[in-house]
């Protein structure tokens, strides 16, 4: 039976297997926690065993580490993958959101690795999360910086100026950072929550920035008075 | 010589000397990381020994826990100061975060502290700061609700059903949510990029944010077609 086993091992790919052991280590990572997840554990329930986990990943710390970067990569895919060029800046804008959030809630666990786990357990974990953080926040500055470019056609009844928007590159910046900022945490807030699609999520965040941000391209200010 | 200088240590009172400590405290681990600092930096800084700062504070623990109760209740203070009840809802909005952003930026230090410090490292600090942050979230949500019911008068060429705003709790939950992330990440951002002033950040949130949710409160939704 141990032969037959052991063929078994030996037949299925090493990045199979190391998917499979990254798989359990991000339920477990995101289910207990970074501290109270043990590699006892992560074996186990990758169905291998704890010399194999760390011949592969090496310590507890480089397996969160690689389970961190594949979480980041996914959500950031995800998220690219569902914006295509032809759509209008809403549109676009409506895609990337449901997506982010789609992805968020189908991954909980992986999420809670990004959102809660990877930033609460020191710089070098922290640093993946902000890596992948400053990767989508760039991504949205081209995207706005683009919308607002190609001058939005003014909304029927708009008030303001009604130009076509002349944002500078450090508003867009900052207005990225801020719809990156809604996102995740009101991503945090759904998953914890429940019971919130990522419909529902993805309509109440385009009813929040959309119409200011759509205003804004439309040349419209905000001002006290 | 040292006779004086001791009785000058006795007139000062306790709660003063440790505000002093905090001071210092703040300020180092703001600059340096709650890693890096050291108990030796935070007493020389503070014109202190370090025996005294453990006597008052115990340890660099219960140090950084105190330095992040004091921050975050000081920041939560000067927004809610700022936010007068009398004030239409796009006021309040305004206010108070003109005051968020003018204290974010006045104290680098303390809002290092709370943004990067206490959720990097470990689960007791990153709790200090969701409590602050729950507590951010409940009276924005408060606010966002009170506006929503008073039923902002619909604004000059609405589009939508101009109806005074039903939102659901949740919703406003979930806008309040967005909000405060959009808010710390701006912030964040701002302390970083440098030349940001708190009315130039202040004014671009709310350029992003009000018009979407003064849009919900005139009864206007996005919508996907």
């Known amino acids: 039976m141990s032969a037959v086993k052991g063929a ?3 037949r299925m790919p090493r990045a199979v297997r190391e998917q499979q052991m990254m798989d359990a280590a991000v339920r477990t990572f995101g289910q207990l926690g970074y501290r109270a997840a043990s590699m006892d554990e992560i074996a186990e329930l990758a169905g291998v065993s704890k010399p194999l ?3 592969y990943l090496n310590s ?6 690689a389970c961190i970067r594949r979480e980041a990569q996914r959500l ?3 998220v690219q993958a569902a914006i295509q060029p032809g759509l209008t800046a809403d549109r676009q804008m409506w895609a990337g959101l449901e997506a982010f959030f789609r992805h968020t809630q189908e991954n909980p ?24 953080r400053e990767e989508i926040a760039a991504f949205v500055t081209v995207l706005i910086g683009a919308a607002a470019r190609q001058g939005v056609p003014p909304a029927p009844g708009a008030t ?3 130009r076509s928007a002349e944002l500078a590159d450090r508003d867009v910046e900052g207005l990225a950072q801020a719809l990156v900022g809604a996102a995740e945490s009101l991503a945090g ?13 993805a309509g109440l965040l385009m009813n929040f920035a959309w119409t200011g941000l759509g205003g804004l391209m439309h ?3 905000w001002s006290p008075r």
Chains 1, 2 share one sequence.
């Open 219 to 221: 040349g419209e200010r």
């Open 60 to 65: 507890k710390e480089e397996l969160f580490t």
């Open 189 to 201: 807030w759904a998953n914890e929550a429940g019971g919130i699609s990522a419909k529902e999520a």
């Open 160 to 162: 303001g100026s009604n």
């Open 109 to 132: 666990d992986g999420w809670s690795v990004l959102h809660r786990q990877a930033r609460t357990h020191g710089e070098p974990f922290a640093a993946e999360v902000a890596r992948m």
């Open 8 to 10: 078994r091992t030996k």
């Open 53 to 55: 986990v760390y011949l």
């Open 76 to 78: 950031t895919e995800a």
